[in-house]
């Protein structure tokens, strides 16, 4: 009894050392740490900027050695350089005492470190509030700063191409976007969002207005809020992909009224395609018409919506015979139908809480696109991906029961996440090309596809394992549990768009023009899709998967009929 009661004795003892150990460890460390909080704290009085935060070029340029005496009598160095020199060598620009490592025999040094040691510390007490000086536009861009604009009207100043970044927005990155697609401008808001076109208003705003840090660049200027930065696009930058160009739609009969469905005109002789493109992309017309030696813009309207292509040959005479026929070729140009890109959070909070629910890999993010542009109201997500909200998925980041979206992502199933909802739109997708689709996610990301090892490791059977009965009990549970319902399959709806989403959007309780759904028809792409053959085996499914596939195919085409809808398209019969 003595020997485990002395045992006991012992591991108390040492446990008593530990903790107070322990303890006396904790309070010197809270101790150093309000010695620190104390000594960062003590104030300096308020002054001015120093020349190093005011000619940050000179700066770095003399404190690295990269410019010395003889430099200053060139006649090649600018003069804003020399200014800045001139004031780092001034005597009333003494450093101020502070740490003894601080100190150096060099003034120069002395200023770099001092700058240096400030901004760590400024850094450590939060971000900095920045005035109207505190950000400049980008020194390094290729392109012009040409002003700050005001962008709070019903419209936006900048109608093309928009993508968002939270984290890594450059003034460059921007650019590089929109010289891709051919645009003249480049505008930044709010630190982290790209806006691109090729008009801007008469008058802009006072440069102060426009205060906001770049996410990814630190001291160049991204607008602010309702406020554009403007640059304009010079040239790509080096490394950058290369410029987009027209991509042949076809051969089509020309409209009865062409001065109503051309709405601008260019005839030269011997236009190519590449002058046509051009001219209507400066326009931002996302349609180039050739006729002979005629080029005309347009937009797809009712009139002429390209659904009926003619044979190729009948546009393939020379130029003088074309230009008597009744035929064009019509070729997309670079930038995009801006008549269906401006998008806002609803008004009201919405009434009716409506999902837009379907299986993992079944084409929700692209059906959240063609909704946004068809309707003019983002859409909301259960989920939260910043790689959607970069790509301007804005009610990505709003809470998803705040009812300020048209619809709400969702992937879920089961009895209580289907009744939070007062309606859904159900979008159903071929089991296997949805497997495909989901699983190429999980390896390689939206746009990206599974390597060959994911495909023969045990990692591809056992997905499919477990998410074929998914895709089944997914749509079995909004069937059985959904309060109103519009099911809608992913392969009518690439065949028959408009019309589909036509149905979708009456679904959504909103009246949109047809000249809009068009303009969805021609920007029907969106962000998000795979390009290029992928490498695996087309066929990755064993007999032994086809068998278990195919029996929930046969299981949700029975509950479908049973509840009054079509079946599943022919496509998905068993193969």
Known sequence: MAKPFFRLQKFLRRTQFLLFFLTAAYLMTGSLLLLQRARVALPQGPRAPGPLQTLPVAAVALGVGLLDSRALHDPRVSPELLLGVDMLQSPLTRPRPGPRWLR???????????????????????PPALGPEAPRPAIHSRGTYVGCFSDDGHERTLKGAVFYDLRKMTVSHCQDACAER??????????????????????????????????????SVCGAVDRLSVYR??????????????????????????????????????????????????????????????????????????????????????????????????????????????????????KVFVALSSFPGAGNTWARHLIEHATGFYTGSYYFDGTLYNKGFKGEKDHWRSRRTICVKTHESGRREIEMFDSAILLIRNP?????????????????????????????PDFVNSYASWWSSHVLDWLKYGKRLLVVHYEELRRSLVPTLREMVAFLNVSVSEERLLCVENNKEGSFRRRGRRS????????EMKDLINGYIRTVD??????????????????
């Open 182 to 219: 051919s645009y003249v401008y480049a505008g930044l808001e709010a630190g982290a969002e790209c806006y691109c076109g090729n008009r801007l208003p008469a008058t802009s705003v006072g440069l102060e207005e426009c205060s906001h840090e770049c996410k990814g660049e630190k001291g």
């Open 432 to 460: 296997y090309r949805s497997l495909v689709a989901e699983f190429n996610r999980k390896c390689a990301g939206h746009l990206g596809y599974a390597a060959d090892r994911n495909w023969k490791s045990k990692e591809w």
């Open 104 to 126: 150096s025999r060099n003034s120069e040094l002395r200023q770099l470190r001092r700058r240096w040691f400030h901004h760590f510390m400024s850094d450590s007490q939060g």
């Open 558 to 575: 029975k509950a479908l009929r049973d509840h009054n809808w079509t079946g599943l398209p022919r496509e998905y019969v068993p193969r």
């Open 233 to 350: 696009v010079d040239e790509l930058q080096p490394g950058s992909r290369k410029r987009r160009t027209a991509t042949y739609r076809g051969c089509f009969r020309l409209p009865e009224n062409m001065t109503h469905a051309f709405p601008s005109s260019l005839i030269q002789a011997n236009v190519t395609v590449e002058t046509c493109s051009g001219f209507c992309s400066q326009k931002e017309f996302p349609l180039a018409i050739l006729r002979g030696w005629e080029c005309y813009c347009a937009y797809p309207t009712p009139q002429f919506n390209l659904r009926d292509a003619m044979d190729s040959s009948l546009c393939g005479q020379d130029p003088e015979a074309q230009r008597l026929a009744e035929y064009c070729e019509v070729y997309q140009t670079p930038v995009q139908d801006t008549r269906c890109t401006d998008r806002r959070f609803l008004p009201n909070k919405s």
């Open 536 to 543: 695996h085996d087309p066929e990755p499914f064993t007999p």
